[in-house]
């Protein structure tokens, strides 16, 4: 029966105790079945065990594996304390409910039992309590093998991208046993420690030297001698050590060649290759197989070359004419590998030297080859988008993804199906896997249907003509694929671009010239001998330098945007082209902004620079300058430390905004013109030239200030591109201003705004944490803004009304009377015959209006004095009848004499 697991954290339980016994809380077995949303199978969900099961070499009865990562002697059963479980719900909490015991795939659940009590090679006995021990003579019998290596399954299982890692980083990865002693296990039998021996190297320390700390040599030799430890581990530290015997090797090598003055002599060893098989796929590309005239001698052969070769390499080929070129590697190793070489209709001498002259028994030089194509391990589904010969970076990675029983699609683009090569490996991998977009039948390969239905937690991969990594590039970026998840393999590189010259920094400070044919990779190999060079169209990184001063037009797929602020390729390096130095009457001045948490790259901006040249001419023009285009955060404070790098401190008074000459000058341009027809504004500043009364001014900044939106409590923005004016000390200053900001263009050293050259506590600063820690403080009183709103839609409204009274006085239309009116001006312009006609067609309807709306008026006065009448009428009829009524009461009756 099983033991209760709780579901939240035991205090008694300390998972730095020794231990010497613990409980086996849960038994759990499972069978393959598809991982949710893939087609890949696992036997990672596990289910509960009641009563004795039965252990075998290869595990619990009824457990079954993927043998491809798990199973085997040495991952026979595998183990985790379930104490995890409460950490990981609260580091977690999206994913708090998957987080229950079983959860990470384990036969075996302990509570007390972890990372950091168990040594490899522990050996241990299962069995029932003692009150139930028919079993004691001979337990079952078990060894600590390996650490559990995560993998993608429990980023998916949990759908936490990039998961797995923590589990290593945080030592809760679980274990393997190997079975010593076949037998049974049930819940609630006792596990025991048996005997430990290598007490030194429990499995968080296995973990620190496995993941962690990987540059130890000595630790990594120790590991590699542990016999008890796994072979997937054990044969990892031993690969590790030997690469580090190598590296140090070369290194002492590359030391005694400093002394005779020969460099690396390593490092670009060029090697003699035959061409041995040469098969035409298509009517354009042909496969060529290479093999080495003295062949690599690897370990396990008593060698010390690294001879395997990773999918997804490329190999740098010198060809007879004096090319230097990189194919992709379709498969092979660094003995005999493939290429397939598509003809370039615009070929530069590369693909039309191999088709024509590269024949059976032909030698090539072969130097570095390079892993290119990196391997997303972490990845739940990989999508795979080739276009013609760009099947070649990616065949043998869709192979190797495929055996190893990875979810992976393979969407093949070609003009028609007789242009498929390597037709019959594609055909091996399934139509479930491999899917081809043939353009002849019809079949457009849709990039951007793809993106959208493809699995959670997709990594993709693209390499084919120019206009399909375009169409890749616009689309991942409009999805918002993050850089990490997506690979760009590019054919060629654009190498076009205006020579420039470079300083090297760690080279003495040698000054090298780029040519416009060249790049900056081969000039720097033309001076030294190590510069490290591979793919040679941006794919790799290996020729990656740091970047101190200058602007870059960064190509090629390499650096992400974070890495492009210190860094570039030396094979796509291009000078960014040069911005001008004026622009009509300004000077073009290119101010650096630093980095900042919000945005961590530098960027330039442009500042407009002229004299001030007003209309109207005042006192201080001669010593002032003209400037737009300022940045948004532009203070009185930055243009002091701005001019104070160009000309020195001292030089300057002063800065004016636009907003701020606004308010200080109310008879200027009124904020409201932005809002108000242009036509309308020239004729509202016209009528005012001519009523020009002082209560009308008053009235008028009254309206403005009540319409104008309330201030916030901090500094204001600037509008973009708003202007400046800028006091300096005198005229010369200003002449030196002029001269400074072209020296900046010569030197190419471009003074900083703001940052550590402002004073302290001047100028609060901006960015992202400004945003988070003011944005609610910053919105103004609901009440004040509503007031501000509808002032200014009053005063628009009667502004318009009033530009159009004037706009039709100065049309020249006649009023209600067909008079036209003359302004003091003259008649704005002679009207034209089809402005008269309309005119005079709209006074005639006018009259004849107004003669109706006159009869209409006398027809209501004649209606009014007829009941004004008849009510006289009514009234003195009363009269007379009340009159006849007092008689006859006065009178009494009457009787007339006979």
Same mark, same amino acid.
């Given at each position: ?35 949710? !949303? ?744 609901? !009440? ?40 003091? !001006? ?5 009207? !034209? ?66």
């Amino acid at each position: 029966m099983p033991h209760q697991v709780r579901d939240d954290p035991d205090p008694s339980v300390d998972l730095d105790a020794p231990f010497t016994s613990d409980i086996i809380l849960e038994v759990r077995t499972g069978r393959m079945k598809p991982m949710p !949303g893939l087609t890949v199978q696992s036997g990672i969900d596990k289910t509960l065990r009641d009563g004795p099961v039965r252990v075998t070499d290869m595990g619990l009865e009824g457990d079954e594996h993927d043998p491809t990562f798990h199973g085997g002697l040495d991952k026979a059963i595998h183990g985790y304390c379930s104490s995890h479980y409460p950490t990981w719900r609260t580091e977690f909490p999206s994913a708090a409910a998957s987080f229950q015991p079983g959860a990470f795939g384990e036969n075996l659940v302990t509570a007390r039992l972890n990372e950091r009590n168990l040594c490899i090679g522990d050996i241990v006995s299962i069995s029932p309590p003692q009150d139930q021990d028919q079993e004691k003579d001979n337990p079952l019998l078990l060894q600590v093998s390996l650490p559990r290596q995560p993998c993608f399954k429990l980023n998916h299982r949990f759908q936490l991208k990039n998961f797995a890692p923590n589990t290593w980083k945080t030592s809760r990865t679980g274990w393997y046993f190997r079975v010593l002693r076949p037998g049974t296990v049930r819940a609630g039998d006792t596990i025991r420690l048996v005997e430990r021996r290598h007490p030194a190297w429990t499995l968080e320390r296995v973990q620190e030297y496995l993941h962690r700390d990987t540059a130890d040599a000595a630790m990594n030799e120790t590991l590699a001698g542990i016999e008890a430890l796994g072979a997937e581990c054990r044969d990892a530290f031993r690969g590790r050590v030997v690469r580090q015997r190598r590296a140090r090797e070369r290194r002492e090598r590359e030391q005694k060649g400093k002394g005779k003055g020969k460099g690396k002599e390593q490092q670009q060893k060029w090697r003699e290759f035959r061409v041995v098989e040469r098969v035409r796929e298509t009517a354009r590309v042909v496969a060529f197989v290479l093999e080495a005239v003295e062949p690599l001698v690897g370990a396990d052969a008593g060698g010390e070359e690294e001879v395997e070769l990773r999918p997804g390499a490329h190999a740098k080929i010198r060809l007879g004419n004096g090319l230097v070129r990189a194919y992709s590697v379709v498969d092979g190793d660094r003995n005999r590998f493939r290429l397939g070489v598509a003809l370039d209709e615009k070929s530069r001498g590369g693909s039309s030297y191999l088709h024509e002259t590269a024949q059976i028994g032909h030698t090539l030089q072969v130097g570095a080859i390079t892993a290119a194509v990196p391997l997303a391990g972490a990845a739940s589904h990989h999508i795979f988008v080739a276009g013609g010969v760009g099947i070649t970076a990616f065949l043998a990675l869709v192979e190797r993804y495929k055996l190893i029983n990875f979810s992976v699609t393979l969407h093949y683009a070609v003009r028609s199906a007789e242009e498929v090569p390597f037709r019959e490996r594609l055909a091996r991998l399934g139509d479930h896997v491999v899917v081809i977009h043939d353009k002849a039948a019809g079949q457009r390969l849709d990039i951007r249907r793809i993106i959208e239905d493809m699995p959670w937690n997709s990594q993709l991969y693209f390499c084919g003509p120019q206009r399909l990594m375009d169409e890749a590039a616009r689309e991942t970026k409009a999805h918002g694929i993050a850089e990490k998840e997506v690979h760009f393999e590019a054919f060629s590189a654009d190498l076009s671009g205006d020579p420039f010259e470079v300083v090297v920094a760690n080279k003495g400070g040698k000054t090298i010239q780029v040519g416009e044919e060249e790049t900056l990779l081969e000039c720097l190999q033309k001076e030294f001998d190590d510069v490290d060079s591979s793919c040679a169209v941006g794919n790799c990184g290996t020729c990656r330098v740091t970047l101190k001063d200058g602007r870059v037009d960064h190509r090629g797929t390499a650096l992400t945007e974070a890495e492009k602020a210190t860094s570039m390729l030396a094979c796509l390096a291009v000078k960014m082209p040069s911005g001008p130095t004026t622009i009509g009457d300004f000077s073009v001045l290119p101010v650096s902004i630093p980095p900042l948490p919000s945005f961590p790259r530098n960027v330039v901006h442009y500042l407009y620079v002229r004299r001030n040249a007003p209309k109207i001419p005042t006192a201080t023009d001669a010593r002032s300058l003209f400037l737009t285009n300022v940045p948004v955060d532009s203070t009185e404070a930055h243009f002091r430390a701005l001019f104070a790098s160009l000309v020195g401190a001292g030089r300057f008074e002063s800065a004016a905004f636009e907003d701020e000459r606004k308010d200080a000058h109310s008879q200027s341009q009124s904020p409201f013109d932005a809002a108000r027809p242009a036509h309308a504004a020239r004729l509202l500043q016209a009528h005012s030239k001519k009523r020009k009364r002082e209560d009308e001014e008053a009235e008028r900044a009254r309206e403005e200030a009540a319409a104008r939106l309330p201030s916030t409590w901090t500094r204001p923005l600037r509008k973009s591109g708003s202007t400046a004016v800028v006091l300096l000390a005198d005229e010369k200053s200003v002449e030196q201003v002029l001269k400074a900001i072209g020296k900046v263009h010569k030197t190419k050293k471009y003074p900083a705004w703001g940052g550590d050259n402002l004073p302290e506590g001047k100028v609060p600063p901006l960015g992202s944490i400004w945003l988070k820690s003011h944005n609610r403080l910053s919105y103004p009183d609901k !009440g004040a803004l509503q007031a501000s709103v509808d002032a200014f839609s009053a005063l628009f409204a009667r502004r318009e009304q009033e530009a159009a009274e004037i706009a039709k006085r100065l049309r020249n239309e006649p009023d209600e009377d067909g008079f036209v009116t003359v302004t003091r !001006g003259g008649r704005a312009a002679t009207a !034209g015959r089809n402005e008269a006609e309309e005119a005079k067609r709209k006074m005639l309807e006018r009259q004849e209006k107004k003669k109706e709306e006159l009869t209409n008026f006398y027809r209501f006065q004649l209606r009014e004095r007829k009941k004004e009448e008849q009510a006289e009428l009514l009234k003195r009829f009363d009269d007379d009848r009340r009159k006849l009524e007092a008689m006859r009461v006065k009178r009494g009756k009457f009787i007339p004499e006979a």
